[in-house]
């Protein structure tokens, strides 16, 4: 099995990151946890700020060698779950019946009210 250079698997998941949340910005997981830190749980943001943090250390020869690969690979591991789970499509619908829930409730509420109006004037 060959190992993958950090950044290159970092840029994948950024990626990934741009497909599944559509977050955008330049492709590294730094500038995507800057864009929007609350489209991940707090614990992988942890995990994101550890692997943009690791990914400036892999640039320096004697530095590289203080990283825990064991982590890394938990925590891409544990950020492509995550991304892999998320259904665009549910969250576009989702976004859509937020917005449309409480226009439908304004709605019902002016009718019930102009229904109750229309009794007590007389005119139903």
Do not use: C, Y
Not at 29 to 43: D, H, I, S, V
């Amino acid at each position: 099995m060959t190992i993958r250079p950090l950044p290159e698997t970092n840029r994948e998941l950024a990626h990934l990151w741009r497909k599944q949340l559509g977050v955008r910005g330049d492709d590294t997981l730094e500038a995507k946890l800057r864009r929007a830190p609350g489209t991940l749980p707090q614990k992988l943001r942890d995990e994101v700020r550890f692997l943009a943090e690791t990914e400036r250390l892999w640039s320096h020869p004697r530095l590289r060698r203080q990283i825990d690969h064991a982590r890394i690979e938990r925590g891409q591991a544990a950020l492509r779950r995550f991304l892999q789970a998320v259904d665009p499509r549910d969250r576009l619908i989702g976004r859509f019946i937020g917005i449309l829930a409480p226009l439908m409730f304004n709605i019902l509420l002016v009718f019930a009210v102009l229904v109750i109006w229309l009794v007590k004037t007389g005119r139903v």
